[in-house]
């Protein structure tokens, strides 16, 4: 595996063992206005969709008459180009041979392409071994690609295949009930950027089949035939959309992949497959009755809200809640109050929201009260173990105050809850930039380019966006406030850090307070294929719920625009060559990124709505070893970021 080489000098490296759980953390006690309410519900799942030009094919060899082991596949050819990877988890002793359509010999793909090499599939540290092929001036079809091993050591592996981007597999889960006893549904349709039919979804394609390949947490696969006949999920029968679905028996991570085989508009045969990691969780927490209450905190400005639920052995830590408070007015009308959120734990069978009675009197509102469309989430995949559309909130008497709502001016204890005791004294030395790494990488910022700045370091690993905060929370600890330059998931984690818990961010004083380049905001194709290869070869790392299209649409859920307005970000990608060549980072990832792209991060799926946007840059790639400089080599952006960097 390879290591990032990291440069020490005016910056230190944490060299102690961090501890994902930062006992001494303290979660925020969110809360914002009715306005904000569409914003916090949870997305349209089509929102998420995976828009897919490329087939990852499994391959399982068996046992041949020549004493060796092969298998053959079926490789449609749209075009007079075509790209594809063998991945075997590094085998030896593999060969391709290929046969064109209708054609008696074979031939080694090695002497038919116009280039084949050797390339590392993946993110960051996180990657397989893979032989690339490409091919110009190629034959249309459907070829036949042989693959065989003498020894049989390795038998099974993939074959990733780029298709026509003009021709794309959408899909996407259905619903985010990944609770176990629950059925799991997928939703898919084909689409044709020269096809009004094939864009609306009508007729997909002049023939078309689809199917859903489960890989269960055990290892077992399924195969399931999905139906466009509007009785699973799929709307309409004849639409064009498909549907299909699985019996989610226990918890972990199941991979969903869906695989489309058709004859496009143009009468060429093609195969699409869209990669689902889909995280499945124990019913661990549930409500109990249907009333929640309120009582009048120490302090008198604030109430808290208590929902009662009851918790299993398998209960978290802390989950994820979310509710809207409700009020009437002097009519006796419902009136929205705010809304509130926060990481919550568990405690004498109650879970409490925290809010500030300036929002009851900026609403006009008094008894009764209610809490609607509350949620509580686990917080790997943000999947919700406990709701309810309506509870009735009993509220002690309150001394609300009755000035004009237009005197009260919305302040940090409203949206935040009140500092801790332990964040106003003086904690740690001094102030601090953390250069933070991203998902299985290492120190990657240049140490030098940065001053008084430190190098936050869990090299190699796989961390929820919480658990990432976590960590960077207890090594921020360290002096008494600090800003964050990020790479990758460092992004996403820190901002996770801001809005959910108290920390040195909040003592930082400075232009920006998060910076971050190259985050995939909204999730990386990838990470479903990572997941997929990962469930046959295995992978240091592992898959990252957090990093796919429909994990990220859920943290993004609650992520309010007050605190989405802390980030400064900058995305990058491939520098544009001539029209006739592949424009690429690393020729790899290309097969299954749209463009434009770092190798890693879609520019579309960089984008952080609410926050700043600092602009684009291109002839810059994710990270080292790929055909442009790494994006956190810019030696010039770098001392923009230091220049205005909170500390």
Not at 171 to 181: F, I, M, N, P, T
Not at 415 to 420: A, D, E, I, K, Q
Not at 559 to 572: C, E, F, L, W
Request: aromatic residues 8%; contains cysteine.
């Amino acid at each position: 595996m390879k290591l990032n080489r990291l440069t020490l000098g005016v910056t230190s490296v944490l060299l102690f063992p961090l501890t994902v759980g930062a006992a001494d953390i303290v979660p925020k006690q969110l809360a914002g206005p009715p306005a904000e309410f569409a914003a916090m519900q949870p997305a349209d799942p089509a929102e998420a969709a995976v828009h897919s030009k490329s087939a990852l094919l499994p391959v399982s060899l068996g046992a041949d008459k020549a004493g060796g082991f092969s298998s053959e596949i079926a490789l449609p050819v749209e075009s007079d180009k075509l790209r594809f990877l063998v991945l075997n988890g590094g085998a030896l002793d593999w060969s391709t041979t290929m046969r064109a359509p209708n054609g008696r010999s074979e031939k080694s793909a090695r002497a038919l392409a116009t280039d084949a090499r050797q390339a590392d599939f993946g993110i960051d540290n996180a990657t397989h071994p893979a032989d690339y092929y490409a091919f110009d001036g190629i034959s249309e079809g459907t070829w036949k690609l042989k693959l065989r091993s003498t020894s049989g050591a390795t038998r099974n592996g993939f074959v990733l295949l780029e298709g026509d981007s003009s021709t794309q597999l959408v899909s996407y889960l259905a619903h985010r009930r990944q609770l176990v006893g629950e059925y799991i549904f997928v939703v898919a349709t084909a689409t044709n950027e020269s096809s009004d039919e094939l864009k609306s979804g009508h007729n997909a394609a002049p023939s078309m089949s689809m199917s859903m390949r489960v890989t269960y947490p055990t290892g077992d696969i399924l195969t399931i035939t999905m139906f466009d006949d509007g009785q699973h999920s799929d709307g309409a029968a004849g639409d064009g959309i498909f549907g299909g679905r699985f019996l989610a028996d226990k918890a972990g991570n199941y991979l969903a992949q869906v695989r489309l085989d058709g004859t496009n508009v143009e009468g060429r045969q093609f195969v699409r497959t869209a990669e689902h990691p889909i995280p499945v969780v124990e019913r661990s927490l549930s409500l109990s009755g249907h009333k929640a209450s309120a009582r009048t905190n120490s302090d008198s400005a604030r109430l808290t809200l208590a929902v009662p639920v009851v918790t299993t052995e398998k209960s978290q830590s802390h989950y994820r809640g979310y509710a809207e408070v409700w009020g009437t007015d002097g009519a006796g009308q419902w009136v929205p109050v705010a809304w509130v959120s926060g990481m919550l734990s568990p405690s004498d069978g109650m879970l409490g929201f925290g809010l500030d009675k300036r929002w009851i009197a900026l609403a006009g509102a008094r008894a009764p009260f209610e809490l609607r469309n509350v949620r509580f989430e686990d917080t790997n995949g943000y999947v919700t173990v406990a709701d309810a559309n309506r509870l009735a909130l009993q509220m002690p008497d309150l001394t609300i105050d009755k000035a004009a709502p237009g005197s009260i001016a919305i302040d940090e204890a409203m949206t935040m809850g009140v500092r801790p005791a332990s964040l106003n004294a003086e904690k740690g030395t001094g102030k601090r930039l953390l250069l933070v790494h991203g998902y299985c990488s290492g120190g990657v910022w240049p140490a030098a380019q940065f001053s008084n700045a430190s190098t936050f370091l869990d090299a190699n690993q796989n961390r929820t966006h919480d658990q990432f905060a976590r960590l960077i929370s207890g090594f921020g600890n360290t002096w008494n406030s600090f800003g964050v330059v990020a790479h990758s998931q460092g992004g996403a984690a820190s901002l996770h850090l801001y809005n959910y818990y108290w920390s040195g961010l909040d003592r930082a004083t400075g232009n920006r307070l998060i910076q971050s380049v190259g985050t995939p905001y909204q999730g990386t194709n990838l990470a479903g294929i990572l997941a997929t290869l990962g469930s046959w070869f295995g992978v240091g790392c592992s898959s990252n719920n957090d990093l796919t299209y429909s994990g990220a649409s859920a943290w993004l859920a609650g992520i309010p625009t007050s605190s989405r307005a802390k980030v400064n970000y900058y995305t990058t990608s491939f520098r544009s060559t001539n029209w006739w060549t592949n424009d690429y980072c690393q020729f790899a990832t290309d097969l299954v990124l749209s463009d434009p792209e770092d190798g890693t991060t879609e520019q579309a799926k960089g984008q952080l709505s609410g926050a700043m946007n600092r602009g684009h840059t291109t002839g810059q790639c994710h990270t080292a070893n790929m055909r442009d400089p790494a994006q956190y080599l810019d030696s010039s952006r770098n001392a923009t970021m230091n220049a205005n960097a909170a500390r």
